[in-house]
């Protein structure tokens, strides 16, 4: 059962398994969000790279490295851990991914409240 704190982000077969899905930046915000699934586990973050701020999208869910292992920035190529956003390699290398916390419940993904 969600709280009200939570809220319902997708389904999670809007997710592809193995993949990744952008988001729309919820109201009163300017950064969307990204989702990325591997089975029934999927991990959420605002899209955005702790080095320039911009996306990390070229193209609509597009977040994935080519080998689908790392989240890729694709303005400077850094490779961020799916399970913790942590960078390990690029100009934001040791930083990380702003995480959004989110769990399955049943078939919805819900996700908890979005820090400023």
């Known amino acids: 059962?969600?709280?009200?704190?939570?809220?319902?982000?997708?389904?999670?077969?809007?997710?592809?398994?193995?993949?990744?899905k952008g988001f729309d930046p919820p109201p009163g915000r300017f950064t969307g969000l990204f989702a990325v699934r591997r089975g029934p586990a999927v991990w959420v973050y605002l899209n955005s790279c702790p080095h320039l701020g911009v996306s990390l999208d070229i193209a609509p869910?597009?977040?994935?490295?080519?080998?689908?292992?790392?989240?890729?920035?694709?303005?400077?190529?850094?490779?961020?851990r799916i399970e913790d956003?942590?960078?390990?390699?690029?100009?934001?290398?040791?930083?990380?991914?702003?995480?959004?916390?989110?769990?399955v419940e049943g078939e919805a993904v819900l996700i908890g409240p979005i820090p400023d």
């Open 61 to 80: 869910d597009r977040f994935l490295d080519a080998r689908r292992q790392h989240i890729q920035c694709s303005t400077h190529g850094a490779l961020f």
């Open 85 to 103: 956003g942590f960078c390990l390699k690029g100009p934001c290398a040791g930083q990380r991914l702003m995480p959004i916390a989110a769990r």
């Open 1 to 20: 059962m969600s709280t009200a704190a939570e809220r319902v982000l997708c389904r999670l077969d809007d997710i592809p398994d193995g993949g990744a």
